[in-house]
């Protein structure tokens, strides 16, 4: 079926109440692309489908929904309703949702819930925000260190189908101390007798339940784990954050990085469902702000009026340069944001990277010059070309290393190196690339500066 097929049959479905159907649908499709599906459809008529469904289908699709959408599904929905499709869920993601509710909705759901899923929501539901807790799930395989094989496998048989992962299997004491891990092919290939501690791999890797959730990921990335196990400030362990989450954490942190270089503040959540008010908000400090910077290019053209009025052929050249210091600036601040989020290159570094940047865009420069001194003998003649062949390789060596250093000289100051994103780069180049073009013209053309 395509996808026109798919959204015919479900509009067939909304119209006919056919619960089977809808099952059989959603047995032969993913998740992930039922959910593009039903999002063609009004709240309303969404609503009306995903009761249609089984407690099994509606949990398997629901973490796949943008948080504006589990919201407002959740929010409507029964608290019997809601409290059986969250009980079905995975234990990270309905804490999440849980948090999602307002006060007096989770007061009414809560009741409505088993004793144990209770507890577990609120355990998960206590972490703020952005720290490993909030995105770890309680759903592990735990073993202890004296019994055998044999007995874990048995253990696994009866038990390991509700856990999110049994690949990797933690061992703990009786205090729920993390002693270490035994992987599951390690559990497979051991003789039945073995005892758990005699397989285990101790000196596990680790995180806190109060570090900041990229450590879980970078520490995912670095140590290439399935899940990582997570414990308390008594040692205990208290959870795993798996890959897949960890992969969620390192999207936002890129969505995040990738926004402030383009001068937006930290938005949560989809730009799609962002309201226009907080689009306007989370633009506008730094638009109004590059605004007054601009100041300054205009401050250097008035300066060199004379220049300008005695060679009127140079303001065609004035945006190709400017942009050029600009673009080339960005360019190296953009590389060197990333290496030092990545710890690529540190603080240290500063030095060795600026020779490298030097050579590097004085070859860019050299090129670009040669490209722009054609036109500049068509345009202007010799001199004008020679002008703006010189301004071309000083303001791109100049833009590249702005937005080199200027990364390194905000992590210095122990400020965000994304600040210096795109925009704040362009708005300096352009100044300092509006005062050497004119300089340069009015030294090599013999016009006195006013």
């Known amino acids: 079926m395509n996808n026109k097929e798919i959204i015919f049959t479900l509009k067939t479905i909304l119209l006919s109440k056919d619960q089977q159907h809808i099952s059989l ?48 599904l959740a929010q409507d929905m029964p608290e019997q309703a809601l409290g059986r499709l969250m009980q079905a869920m995975p ?30 929501i609120c355990k998960l539901a206590a972490y703020s925000e952005g720290k490993v807790g909030s995105i770890m799930t309680s759903d592990y395989a735990i073993l202890t260190p004296k019994e055998s094989v044999a007995q874990a496998l048995q253990s696994l048989r009866q038990s390991g189908t509700d856990k999110e992962t049994i690949y990797q299997l933690y061992v703990v004491n009786d205090e729920r101390q993390l002693l270490g891990t035994v992987s599951l092919r390690e ?32 520490m995912i990335a670095k140590y290439d784990l399935m899940a990582l196990p997570v414990i308390n400030g008594g040692e205990k362990l208290v959870g795993i954050v798996t890959y897949d989450d960890a992969m969620d954490v390192m999207t936002q942190e890129d969505s995040i990085e990738f926004r ?51 060679y009127i052929a140079l303001v065609f050249f004035l945006p190709l340069l400017v942009d050029s210091g600009g673009n080339a600036g960005s360019q190296s601040a953009t590389l060197m944001v990333r290496a030092l989020a990545t710890g690529e290159v540190l603080l240290k570094d500063w030095a060795s990277m600026l020779g490298r940047e030097v050579i590097v865009a004085g070859l860019l420069g050299l090129t670009m010059a040669l490209a722009v001194s054609t036109l500049g003998i068509w345009r202007g003649g010799p001199e004008i070309a020679l002008v703006v062949a010189l301004t071309m390789q000083i303001v791109v060596v100049v833009g590249s290393v702005i937005g080199m250093s200027l990364p390194f000289v905000l992590s210095k100051l122990k400020l965000d190196p994304a600040a210096a994103s795109a925009p704040l780069i362009t708005s300096i180049a352009d100044a300092v690339g509006v005062v050497i073009y004119f300089a340069m013209a009015t030294w090599i053309l013999g016009i006195p500066a006013a």
Do not use: C
Request: proline letters at 4%; aromatic letters at 10%.
């Open 25 to 72: 649908l959603m047995k032969n499709h993913h998740p992930a692309d039922m959910v593009v599906y039903l999002q063609e459809f009004e709240l309303q008529d969404l609503q009306t489908l995903f009761a249609l469904m089984t407690v099994a289908h509606q949990a398997s699709l629901f973490g796949y929904f943008s948080p504006v959408l589990q919201f407002e």
């Open 91 to 120: 234990h990270d993601e309905r804490a999440d949702l849980f948090n999602q509710l307002d006060a007096d909705k989770q007061s009414r759901l809560l009741p409505a819930m088993a004793k144990a899923e209770r507890e577990d």
């Open 187 to 218: 559990l497979i290939m051991a003789t039945p007798e073995t005892l758990i501690e005699n397989i285990m791999t101790t000196d596990p890797v680790f995180v806190r339940a109060d570090a900041p959730n990229k450590v879980a990921a970078e």
């Open 260 to 310: 402030k270089t383009a001068a937006v503040g930290n938005m949560m959540g989809s730009i799609k469902d962002a309201s226009i008010n907080l689009l306007y908000r989370k633009r506008v400090f730094w638009l109004v702000l590059l605004v007054f910077g601009n100041i300054f290019s205009g401050a250097g053209i008035a300066y060199f009026e004379d220049t300008i009025e005695a």
